[in-house]
């Protein structure tokens, strides 16, 4: 992902609510009773944050990007997407969304898997050529358009994954935990690379993690969840400068964010259960 060696971005300085969660709840009925997923949840996040959600394995992380996205439906109180249902906000192409394996189809070329909702969408052969290149682009993939993703490493996989999340131009990217299966190396790179396609496009994003620097590296604002029923235990607005390099996560700053999260994280888990 080619971008200028500063990470300098504006602090975002708009006040428009692009998620909107108030009482939010989400409650499975299953064979062994319910499953309460999610619980009071209330949180907003504005245009040109980058906020991740962090919390234990089942919190209900991938369930609220879920309910986002209108993959799940809510059993109690309300959501916004851009001042829209989630519904609408499907209907309206608001989002893209990043899963955690890149789910490229091994019998299309990277052009061909980056098109595929741009098919779907009806858009032209010249718009959807356009549209290839200029998101390939940025995510440093230019040349790859004909390769299969087989002959790709995972990392360049996961930013093929992106492309196609951004190849249509919303202004919401749901990430969940994209990284996670990748090596540390491979990771702390697309680590940088994500900031930098953050500066470059202004996208807001809610980035799902299990790993504490991650989401200290990346965010603007953390969320802290916790066991389920997932609930909201902590909501952190990161003072880090807007320039990140990876040695930024040795800092005395650094290190005292990681160790709310750390803190937030004990403090909602019950140890007893």
Known sequence: MNAPASLSKPAPQTTTKVIEAKGLGLTFETNDGPV??????????????????????????????????????PTSGTISVNGMSPEEARRHRAYGYVFQAAALYPWRTIERNVALPLEIMGYSRTERRERIARTLDLVNLSGFEKKYPWQLSGGMQQRASIARALAFDADLLLMDEPFGALDEIVRDHLNEQLLQLWKRTNKTICFVTHSIPEAVYLSTKIVVMSPRPGRVTDVIESTLPTERPLDIRETPEFLAIAARVREGLRAGHSYDE
Request: hydrophobic share 40%; proline share 3%.
């Open 36 to 73: 309460h997923a999610l619980t009071d949840v209330g949180l907003d996040i504005k245009k040109g944050e980058f906020v991740s959600f962090i919390g234990p394995s089942g919190c209900g992380k991938t369930t609220f990007l879920r309910v986002i996205a209108d993959l799940e439906q």
